[in-house]
């Protein structure tokens, strides 16, 4: 799980044998970005924690 995500945040070199199509490619785009945004809503949760707004 955690390689996956390293690939998708370009941290990791991709896998030369996995199968490469549009689809796969739509997928893993929108797997990134759901992945950023939870990301930002984490720093935007801890944030606000931190600073009682």
Do not use: C, E
């Amino acid at each position: 799980m955690w390689n996956q995500i390293l690939r998708y945040l370009y941290l990791k070199k991709k896998d030369p044998n996995a199968p490469v199509n549009t689809n796969i490619k739509l997928m893993h785009g929108m797997n990134r970005i759901s992945i950023l945004m939870f990301l930002f809503a984490l720093l935007v949760i801890t944030y606000r924690l931190i600073f009682k707004n």
